[in-house]
């Protein structure tokens, strides 16, 4: 089924925010004004693992313009998980809002709120912590091992997980080739422009506001009531615009801090704003992972199996780690067709720093580990690495070997047989290698990869939508849905302006607010465009239909008469009506308001897939990597909106280039961050950007809305495998340790010269 285009959807349309971000107007958190504020400051700890023997803050609460200091002796006993998704969801509660052990380097000690911000940091340099240091252990293989020190009594093992078809052992130990690798990835910075942030006031009768940048207000909300002992309806979240995110603004992290402190300092509001420093040590990080792979394949390119090991560093809490490996797990199964399949991961508390939700949630890893294999197996056997892949490669409408259901559409083989083409994929290995003084050598890369859409069927993927119609024939749409920068807002204005055939300016939006909006599980797992969206145009759809009822009251004909054209309504021999007409008339006869609201769960998961292509240039002299042409081709589904896809897409080829060539926060021995500062960690800038160019393929996918489907994540995945298997082919190397630095190059062309 070809992919859908109306007046609204498949239209390049700008965010309808653009204007007001780009010239200051959009109000952030930090631009609130709240009275009586206080600036609250966090007190972190300078080791990665000790008991607190002792905590003097007598000097700081002395201090003029302090007005309170927390604690673990102010802070709940209740333990929970910083990234909880529904009030029975069963993942371990390993946190307290303060505690009296401290497990990584930057983890929270103390917080004070002052009249002032250099009042409160001033305050937090008179707070006297006595700490008995404990063992510590930086890696996830290391803190298996029967002697490593302990992050918790019960053990460091957080969750193994394996799931298999077929028997890959058996496939190994007869396959004619058999090929194995070894990937490593680093502690990532999510890199959002806005650091985190969050407004708080403890109100008389125990009503808790927040005001803060969130990707899922309502799990916020369930959380607190757990934290605190209180009813949800005492607690209120004000979710903020967004000032990007990437998984980095999801969950727990600086409210109860801020509500204590406001407590204490007898309601008055707190507002807590990490820099820099503190965003990238005492929030989370995209997991360092080590994954070793095995493949077996026949002659004529038949996969046999492959297998994937992983070791996961969650850090020193369990947060989302647990989902970040199911994740990894399930998606694995989803690519190939290879009869023999198995992944076996384990989830491992360490006293680095915590690991979380980063975008494609566990999917860069675990592809770029198998498509580095691919390329290994390719190479054995001969074969070029598009017509391998092509060869094996799943088929629209094939079934997940691992029992979760239908592929979908799985348009992964379109994406790379039409990438290929469009790249000159085959007149590219024609050209040299080697430059001419020998000094660059040249190479390719492709990957292929997906990320799926929402949360089912693991767990219950809710959104609600309302839609209400004013007299005047504008929309008021209700949605918990957050934006996390990426146009979210937009896209569904432009749903429901399709659906009823109405200019998109004409739809008003109020999100992601627990007093003013309906609930949504949170944006994350890609799912606010197959799920929210699709919450969305189901409520749209009714909408249209009530005022499709509405009109044949109003002219007086059967409901199957009424004509929708032009955003009116008719019957044959009758004028037209409006939505403003309709809203009168259901108002003064009918004597109700026009209100549709929907709650809507998904029960399906299709993948967003993809193949990327990358041409570099390395340097032999250097290690320098320049990236010369880029290709993205990519299976949304309908492309509802193109020009936001394409910037996801421009924006995630970015982020992947820093993953592959220069990001990861690196640890002493001790657990400090050397480079915790972005004068030391390495982004990547707009003069690293190549020639880009991005592409769909015609595809329609049932069940999301308009056939669409997300992109946020997917669009990351085969990124880095791209880019580092373009290096190995104009180097002859197998680099697979990320990020792959000037450094590295050069040694692996020292090994093999």
Known sequence: MKRYVGTCIGQPTP?????????????????????RLLWGKVLHSPVAHARIKSIDTSRAEALPGVQAVITHLDAPAVRFNRIMR?????????????DDTVRHVGDEVAAVAAETEAIAQQALKLIQVEYEPLPAVFDPEEALKPDAPLVYPEGNLLKEQVASCGDIAAALAHAPVVVENTTATSMI??????????????????ELE?????????????????????PYSKIHLHGSIIGGTFGGKDGILLEPLALLLSRKAG????KIRYNRTESMVSTYTRH??????????????????????????????????????????????????????????RAVYTNSLVGGAMRGFGSPKVFTALELLMNKAAKA??????????????APGDQDPTGSGSLGSAQVRACLLQGAERFGWQERQKNPKCSEDGRYRYGCGVAVGLHGNGVAPFAPDITVAELMLHEDGTILLRTGLTDHGAGTYTLIKQIVAETLQMPMEQVVLTHSDTDSCPYDMGAGASRNTWSGGAAVETAARQMEQALRTTAADLLNCPVDQVILEDGRYRTEGKDAVTRADLALFAYEVQKRKLIETVSYCSDTNAGSYGAHFAAVRVDTQTGAVQVQDYLAMCDVG????PLLLEGQIQGAILMGLGMAFFEGIQLDAQGKPRNANFKRYRLPRASDLPRLEVAFVDNYEAGGPYGGKSIGEASIVPVVPALVGAVNDALGTELGDLPVTPEKILAALRESS
């Open 15 to 35: 965010v309808a925010d653009a204007i007001q971000k780009v010239t200051g107007e959009t109000l952030y958190t930090d631009d609130l004004s709240f009275s």
């Open 86 to 98: 529904w009030a029975g969801d069963p993942l371990p509660a390993t946190e307290r809002v303060l």
């Open 189 to 206: 910075h999510h890199g959002a422009i806005e650091p985190h942030i969050c407004v708080a006031r403890w109100g008389r009768g125990d």
């Open 210 to 230: 927040v005001w803060e940048p969130q990707q899922g207000v309502h799990r916020v909300q369930i959380m607190l009531g757990k934290i605190f002992g209180l």
């Open 267 to 270: 309601g008055r509001p707190v």
């Open 288 to 345: 360092a992972m080590r994954l070793y792979g095995a493949m077996a394949v026949d002659w004529d390119g038949t996969m046999q199996g492959f297998s994937i090991t992983s070791y996961q560093n969650a850090g020193p809490y369990c947060g989302g780690s647990i989902n970040v490996q199911a994740a990894m797990c399930g998606k694995m199964f989803k690519l190939y067709r290879a009869p023999n399949m198995r992944f076996h991961g």
């Open 381 to 394: 056997i001969q074969m070029d690495p598009v017509a391998f892949r092509a060869k094996n490669l799943v």
């Open 638 to 641: 309908t492309p509802l909106n």
